[in-house]
């Protein structure tokens, strides 16, 4: 059973960059498209960012997002990455990352809606404040 653990949350004034990771254990991540999201209070979890298996190598970001954050992996450490420059207030929420085992057609797509996700992560505070 794959579990994802999500750190590197925190607080950051407007402007500032963190740097969060996606731990896996149980299965290898090679074979897993992975996506990143995030939820505020009283609102859904979205999607903005993900990227597909190795081998596909693709990701994609929300315009919300794009050109301040960048996904990456290093599946020898099991491990996805989410840096996010730029920060602003808006991008306050939990951020969880979650993981999708895709058909061998699928590799090289990854998708940002939230039921093509079978693995979360508990999640991790990121808060932008001055």
């Known amino acids: 059973q794959l579990q994802l653990v999500e750190s590197g949350g925190g607080l950051v004034q407007p402007g500032g960059s963190l740097s969060l990771s996606c731990q896996a254990s149980?299965?290898?991540?090679?074979?897993?498209?992975i996506g990143w999201f995030r939820q505020v209070p009283g609102k859904g979890r979205d999607g903005f960012s993900c990227i597909s298996v190795s081998t596909g190598n693709t990701s994609y970001y929300a315009d919300s997002v794009k050109g301040r954050f960048t996904i990456s992996r290093d599946d020898t450490k099991n491990t996805v990455y989410l840096q996010m420059n730029g920060l602003k207030p808006e991008d306050t929420a939990v951020y969880f990352c979650a993981a999708d085992r895709p058909v061998l057609l699928l590799y090289s797509i990854c998708q940002l809606t939230r039921n093509a996700y079978d693995y979360w992560g508990q999640g991790t505070q990121v808060t932008v404040s001055s």
């Open positions: 149980g299965p290898t991540l090679d074979y897993y498209a």
